[in-house]
């Protein structure tokens, strides 16, 4: 069912008369947000794309002259008045293996200091352990609700 309320009416309604709309009526503001959320999506790649094939090759040359790095902010003069900030963050990986050996290498204190374990149990495994070692892993277990989450079916 198409109703007469156009997205850009939630922006001017109050809470009240967005909880007075009607089922029909929020299933299809539901079908426009969706709508939208894909269009922006898609514009944000493009314009990503964009961004990338015209500045990606100049800033990377600026990063390793400058910063001599391969990652970092570097600032892209365009006009006298407007300039691109070109940022390339960080994302360390570490070879485990490796690692495990360098820090077995260390004092226990060392080792400490720099490294940081983490174990856990992936849930599906979880759900589908034998009776007893689902006990025994359950007591180290805990399940934190995330946010809510709604969506209006048409059945």
Do not use: C
């Not at 400058?66 to 006009?79: E, N, Q, S, W, Y």
Request: zero cysteines.
């Amino acid at each position: 069912m198409k109703s007469n309320v156009a997205l850009e009416m939630l922006d001017r309604l109050s809470p009240a008369e967005l909880d007075a709309l009607p089922i029909e009526v929020m299933l299809d503001l539901q079908a426009q947000i969706d709508t939208a959320r894909a269009q922006l999506a898609e514009r944000i790649e493009r314009w990503w794309i964009q961004m990338d094939a015209r500045f990606a090759q100049r800033a990377q040359h600026m990063r390793v002259d400058i910063l001599k790095a391969d990652t970092g902010t570097v600032h892209l003069p365009v006009t006298p008045e407007i300039e691109v900030e070109a940022v390339t963050s960080k994302r360390v990986t570490w070879d485990q293996t490796a690692l495990r050996a360098a820090l077995g290498k260390m004092s226990r204190e060392r080792r400490a200091h720099y490294g940081k374990v983490e174990i856990s149990v992936p849930e599906a495994k979880f759900q589908n352990a034998p009776p007893d070692e689902k006990a025994a892993l359950a007591v180290a277990r805990s399940v934190k609700p995330s946010k809510e989450a709604y969506r209006i079916k048409a059945l």
